[in-house]
Nanobody, 118 residues
Framework: QVQLVESGGGSVQPGGSLRLTCAASSTIGTVMTMAWYRQTAARALELVAIVRPDGTINYYPGAVAGRFTVSRDNGQNTLTLQMNNLRSEDTGVYIC???????????WGQGTQVTVSL
């Protein structure tokens, strides 16, 4: 069993920045794909960014391009999401995910709240 714990959420004004961190309870970075999802007013569950074991990164919502940076540290078993120039529509619960196919595994964190407002 793998536990994923997010931290770093909070409230900021538009244009502000936050750094989210996901900490895994065991070594998973070398075998599992890790991702950030979010629950917003617009989408019940949206894939934000994904980092594969080989380091391949994809960002999904076009609105985050150039503003969000995802990274992983396999040595520390952490996943980070640096969010800059935040917008009100970025408000939501950001959830860490780790999964693999062989063997099949899928883990979710509890999520951390991000609020962007004046």
């Amino acid at each position: 069993q793998v536990q994923l714990v997010e931290s770093g959420g909070g409230s900021v004004q538009p244009g502000g920045s936050l750094r989210l961190t996901c900490a895994a309870s065991s070594t998973i970075g070398t075998v599992m794909t890790m991702a950030w999802y979010r629950q917003t007013a617009a989408r019940a569950l949206e894939l934000v960014a994904i980092v594969r074991p080989d380091g391949t990164i994809n960002y999904y919502p076009g609105a985050v391009a150039g503003r969000f940076t995802v990274s992983r540290d396999n040595g520390q078993n952490t996943l980070t999401l640096q969010m800059n120039n935040l917008r009100s529509e970025d408000t939501g619960v950001y959830i860490c995910n780790a999964h693999s196919s062989n063997p099949p595994q899928n883990y979710w964190g509890q999520g951390t709240q991000v609020t962007v407002s004046l």
